[in-house]
């Protein structure tokens, strides 16, 4: 998605008709649109948001008043007051306008009646004419297609509060996001709709198979409904996980908010996290482990092997049959030259000649040396390893067990810290922690009921891939049959190589994305924290100490580059991918950035690096700024850049305002100004650039 | 064992497939992605039906 243009009419402090022309070129991809505080910057961020996804930002106050006050002061009653937002925008070579409306009724009392907004969008067809969209198709599924719902909070945001995308609250959301984003849904469908598929062949071969083949079909089926069940159980609980989680959180909050316990709450807090990174340590431990069983656990059942090994050794060696010690080579030339090197003549049929022959056998051992003292070398270099195999299985043992007693004891303290809570003489504090424990139960409850799940479907899959097997070796010589067979086969193993697929790419996707991550966030930060991104594509920052990799509570600052270092990387990732043809889904290679008061607590280095990175990184980008944003580092950075600026002008009513105003390009330019009426609103200015 | 994949071999699965399955798997996903692109929602059960009954004969 290109964004085009901007066009506001009535929407928030913006009276009448209003455009704004978006820069677009690769090399000059920046608008920026200067505006003092309260001057509508959060407002123009939120027209795209509004526009393309009904959606506001939290800095948006009173989403509910759209309309312009101006405009509906001026309006007669019952009159309708036109507002809207227009978003231009260009995708795959194809534009679109995309118009939200909303109608505003000034009533007799002088209270405003605000209609539901529409959504209209319009395109330019073939013909190269602006044609409105088939009623067949909704304008929300066409934008979403493009640029989903669902991540336009990573496109469109408010840069003052850009750490809240990483916060660990907002984790899972990321999370799902990002695989969205990846485009999974494709092959999502594919697998779906090839099992309905294979499931309607299987119908088809129960009307025309032998008795044998519908008792197997039958059983098949009644474990794949089975298995279904479960799976459906299984989405049930990972919902009922998430609301569970998200109620902790919320009561987790008030417990914080009571400030009589506060003491206790930080002890809750680092208690818990403590007991977070434990169980993160033993699971490492217990990874490390597997992995030395699974790579090197044979080398202790060597030594007995080794033994037989070398007495067949030693038995070959009494029988001077090694060392060998005459080569192969030797003997040959020796029969080819017909001369011993005793000087007898080697003529064929000769007792010296068979004599010498007889030798080549015995010098074809030479190779059976070279390999037996190859493997000797390996077998003792083997030996030799199992007392490390053994040390570090004592080792990741002795963790675990270390950890494990730490963990109870970190369990034990946070138990009666809870039970302090539990016996608190308040009684809402009681009721907290009495709700906070139905919460935990509740969730452990839940975690369990998911794994033994989780073991049932799998052993269920493995009966039924049985029985697909019994199916295909069943005797049928019925032709109809075995084909009808033959195709549910190819369906699927369809199915398991799209799945495989699958798997596939969310590997190298996340490796990537976090290597990315990695290298934006180095680029931009000095502090030594590395960021991570877990199998379900969490995002946290840690710091390596030793060989572990230890949570840091990152500073407000350290969460902001995080996250524009995300949303930097899944742009340039995505666009890469979709370069090598590995995003399997809508086209989505173009990416703007519209940031509202960018970098806010960030130090002046950094806010350089942020400045030189984002427009790098995003095709294009819009930012609101203030002049206090827009110091001397950010402009420097950006300037190169520009390709359109805008200033806010508002108008304020207040006799004693304070006016402002900023200088560019030798041109004064009003920020603040009297309002020639009773009324406060914006103007929008575009700035005469005079650097080409 | 950790898998280590490199972005070519992402679609292994499907370029190692025999001959009749990888015609399925790509005509199957031209149309999810046509269909996607869209936003067609109706049965698609004949159509995939008609793709592998003619991929294997």
């Given at each position: 998605?290109?964004?085009?243009?901007?066009?506001?009419?009535?929407?928030?402090?913006?009276?009448?008709?209003?455009?704004?022309?978006?820069?677009?070129?690769?090399?000059?991809?920046?608008?920026?649109?200067?505006?003092?505080?309260?001057?509508?910057?959060?407002?123009?961020?939120?027209?795209?948001?509004?526009?393309?996804?009904?959606?506001?930002?939290?800095?948006?106050?009173?989403?509910?008043?759209?309309?312009?006050?101006?405009?509906?002061?001026?309006?007669?009653?019952?009159?309708?007051?036109?507002?809207?937002?227009?978003?231009?925008?260009?995708?795959?070579?194809?534009?679109?306008?995309?118009?939200?409306?909303?109608?505003?009724?000034?009533?007799?009392?002088?209270?405003?009646?605000?209609?539901?907004?529409?959504?209209?969008?319009?395109?330019?067809?073939?013909?190269?004419?602006?044609?409105?969209?088939?009623?067949?198709?909704?304008?929300?599924?066409?934008?979403?297609?493009?640029?989903?719902?669902?991540?336009?909070?990573?496109?469109?945001?408010?840069?003052?509060?850009?750490?809240?995308?990483?916060?660990?609250?907002?984790?899972?959301?990321?999370?799902?996001?990002?695989?969205?984003?990846?485009?999974?849904?494709?092959?999502?469908?594919?697998?779906?709709?090839?099992?309905?598929?294979?499931?309607?062949?299987?119908?088809?071969?129960?009307?025309?198979?032998?008795?044998?083949?519908?008792?197997?079909?039958?059983?098949?089926?009644?474990?794949?409904?089975?298995?279904?069940?479960?799976?459906?159980?299984?989405?049930?609980?990972?919902?009922?996980?998430?609301?569970?989680?998200?109620?902790?959180?919320?009561?987790?909050?008030?417990?914080?908010?009571?400030?009589?316990?506060?003491?206790?709450?930080?002890?809750?807090?680092?208690?818990?996290?403590?007991?977070?990174?434990?169980?993160?340590?033993?699971?490492?431990?217990?990874?490390?482990?597997?992995?030395?069983?699974?790579?090197?656990?044979?080398?202790?059942?060597?030594?007995?092997?080794?033994?037989?090994?070398?007495?067949?050794?030693?038995?070959?060696?009494?029988?001077?049959?090694?060392?060998?010690?005459?080569?192969?080579?030797?003997?040959?030339?020796?029969?080819?030259?017909?001369?011993?090197?005793?000087?007898?003549?080697?003529?064929?049929?000769?007792?010296?000649?068979?004599?010498?022959?007889?030798?080549?056998?015995?010098?074809?051992?030479?190779?059976?040396?070279?390999?037996?003292?190859?493997i000797e070398a390996r077998v003792n270099e083997l030996e030799s390893q199992i007392d490390d195999f053994w040390q570090e299985v004592d080792r990741e043992q002795a963790s675990i067990n270390h950890n494990k007693g730490t963990l109870e004891r970190i369990q034990d303290d946070l138990e009666d810290i809870r039970d302090q809570l539990r016996h608190s003489p308040r009684e809402d504090i009681r009721e907290l922690q009495k709700r906070l424990d139905e919460v935990d139960a509740a969730i452990d409850r839940l975690t369990t009921e998911k794994g033994a799940n989780q073991e049932k479907i799998a052993n269920l899959e493995l009966q039924a891939g049985r029985l697909g097997k019994q199916l295909k070796e069943s005797r049928s010589n019925e032709k109809r049959q075995k084909l009808a067979v033959k195709r549910i086969e190819a369906a699927q193993e369809a199915i398991d190589r799209l799945k495989l697929v699958k798997e596939n790419r969310d590997e190298v996707f996340r490796k990537q994305l976090e290597q990315q991550i990695e290298e934006l966030y180095g680029q931009i930060s000095f502090k030594a924290y590395l960021p991570r991104l877990s199998d379900r594509y969490e995002l946290s920052l840690v710091e390596v100490a030793g060989k572990q990799d230890v949570l840091v509570g990152a500073s407000t600052g350290e969460n902001q580059i995080l996250s524009l270092s995300f949303i930097g990387s899944v742009i340039e990732r995505v666009r890469q991918w979709s370069k090598a043809g590995l995003v399997m889904g809508p086209d989505s290679s173009t990416f703007p950035v519209v940031m509202d008061s960018p970098f806010g607590n960030l130090d002046e280095i950094y806010r350089r690096q942020v400045a030189r990175l984002v427009p790098l990184l995003a095709n294009q980008l819009v930012v609101m700024a203030s002049q206090t944003q827009w110091r001397g580092e950010v402009e420097q950075e950006m300037q190169p850049r520009i390709g359109r600026e805008y200033v806010l002008t508002f108008n304020s009513p207040k006799s004693d305002c304070e006016e402002a105003s900023i200088k560019r390009y030798g041109q004064v330019y009003p920020l603040v100004r009297q309002s020639p009426n009773e009324f406060e609103y914006t103007e929008i200015l575009e700035v005469e650039r005079q650097d080409g | 064992m950790a898998k280590k994949i490199s972005s070519d071999a992402v679609h292994e699965p499907i370029n190692s497939a025999s001959p009749e399955v990888r015609q399925i798997i790509q005509r199957v996903l031209e149309i999810e992605k046509d269909r996607l692109d869209k936003n067609e929602r109706s049965p698609i059960n004949d159509e995939i039906l008609k793709i592998i009954k003619e991929a294997i004969q």
């Amino acid at each position: 998605m290109k964004l085009l243009a901007l066009k506001l009419c009535n929407f928030r402090p913006f009276y009448g008709e209003h455009s704004l022309t978006l820069a677009k070129s690769d090399e000059r991809n920046i608008t920026v649109i200067h505006g003092n505080n309260g001057s509508g910057k959060t407002a123009l961020l939120n027209a795209f948001t509004w526009a393309l996804y009904e959606k506001f930002t939290a800095a948006l106050a009173s989403p509910e008043q759209l309309v312009n006050r101006r405009a509906i002061a001026e309006a007669k009653v019952d009159k309708p007051v036109p507002c809207w937002v227009e978003v231009s925008f260009e995708h795959d070579g194809k534009q679109y306008r995309v118009k939200r409306e909303c109608r505003a009724y000034r009533k007799k009392d002088g209270s405003v009646e605000q209609a539901k907004s529409e959504l209209m969008m319009q395109f330019v067809g073939d013909d190269g004419r602006w044609t409105f969209l088939p009623s067949s198709q909704m304008p929300e599924d066409v934008i979403t297609r493009i640029l989903p719902k669902s991540l336009h909070q990573y496109f469109f945001f408010d840069g003052e509060r850009i750490e809240n995308i990483t916060r660990t609250d907002n984790r899972s959301e990321i999370a799902e996001a990002t695989k969205k984003l990846l485009g999974v849904e494709v092959l999502d469908r594919a697998i779906k709709h090839l099992t309905t598929a294979r499931k309607t062949l299987e119908e088809e071969l129960e009307g025309i198979g032998d008795a044998e083949t519908q008792s197997l079909l039958a059983q098949k089926r009644k474990l794949e409904q089975e298995a279904e069940q479960l799976q459906d159980r299984q989405l049930e609980i990972d919902q009922e996980l998430e609301h569970q989680t998200t109620r902790r959180q919320q009561l987790r909050q008030k417990q914080l908010e009571l400030t009589e316990v506060e003491g206790l709450q930080m002890q809750l807090n680092t208690l818990e996290e403590q007991e977070r990174e434990i169980r993160e340590k033993i699971q490492q431990s217990k990874k490390t482990l597997k992995r030395a069983i699974s790579n090197r656990g044979y080398i202790v059942f060597l030594p007995k092997v080794a033994t037989e090994f070398r007495s067949l050794i030693r038995e070959r060696e009494e029988r001077g049959e090694l060392p060998a010690d005459i080569k192969q080579k030797f003997v040959q030339d020796l029969l080819d030259r017909q001369k011993c090197i005793c000087g007898t003549e080697l003529h064929e049929g000769s007792t010296a000649c068979t004599s010498v022959k007889s030798w080549l056998e015995r010098s074809g051992l030479s190779e059976v040396e070279s390999a037996t003292y190859r493997i000797e070398a390996r077998v003792n270099e083997l030996e030799s390893q199992i007392d490390d195999f053994w040390q570090e299985v004592d080792r990741e043992q002795a963790s675990i067990n270390h950890n494990k007693g730490t963990l109870e004891r970190i369990q034990d303290d946070l138990e009666d810290i809870r039970d302090q809570l539990r016996h608190s003489p308040r009684e809402d504090i009681r009721e907290l922690q009495k709700r906070l424990d139905e919460v935990d139960a509740a969730i452990d409850r839940l975690t369990t009921e998911k794994g033994a799940n989780q073991e049932k479907i799998a052993n269920l899959e493995l009966q039924a891939g049985r029985l697909g097997k019994q199916l295909k070796e069943s005797r049928s010589n019925e032709k109809r049959q075995k084909l009808a067979v033959k195709r549910i086969e190819a369906a699927q193993e369809a199915i398991d190589r799209l799945k495989l697929v699958k798997e596939n790419r969310d590997e190298v996707f996340r490796k990537q994305l976090e290597q990315q991550i990695e290298e934006l966030y180095g680029q931009i930060s000095f502090k030594a924290y590395l960021p991570r991104l877990s199998d379900r594509y969490e995002l946290s920052l840690v710091e390596v100490a030793g060989k572990q990799d230890v949570l840091v509570g990152a500073s407000t600052g350290e969460n902001q580059i995080l996250s524009l270092s995300f949303i930097g990387s899944v742009i340039e990732r995505v666009r890469q991918w979709s370069k090598a043809g590995l995003v399997m889904g809508p086209d989505s290679s173009t990416f703007p950035v519209v940031m509202d008061s960018p970098f806010g607590n960030l130090d002046e280095i950094y806010r350089r690096q942020v400045a030189r990175l984002v427009p790098l990184l995003a095709n294009q980008l819009v930012v609101m700024a203030s002049q206090t944003q827009w110091r001397g580092e950010v402009e420097q950075e950006m300037q190169p850049r520009i390709g359109r600026e805008y200033v806010l002008t508002f108008n304020s009513p207040k006799s004693d305002c304070e006016e402002a105003s900023i200088k560019r390009y030798g041109q004064v330019y009003p920020l603040v100004r009297q309002s020639p009426n009773e009324f406060e609103y914006t103007e929008i200015l575009e700035v005469e650039r005079q650097d080409g | 064992m950790a898998k280590k994949i490199s972005s070519d071999a992402v679609h292994e699965p499907i370029n190692s497939a025999s001959p009749e399955v990888r015609q399925i798997i790509q005509r199957v996903l031209e149309i999810e992605k046509d269909r996607l692109d869209k936003n067609e929602r109706s049965p698609i059960n004949d159509e995939i039906l008609k793709i592998i009954k003619e991929a294997i004969q």
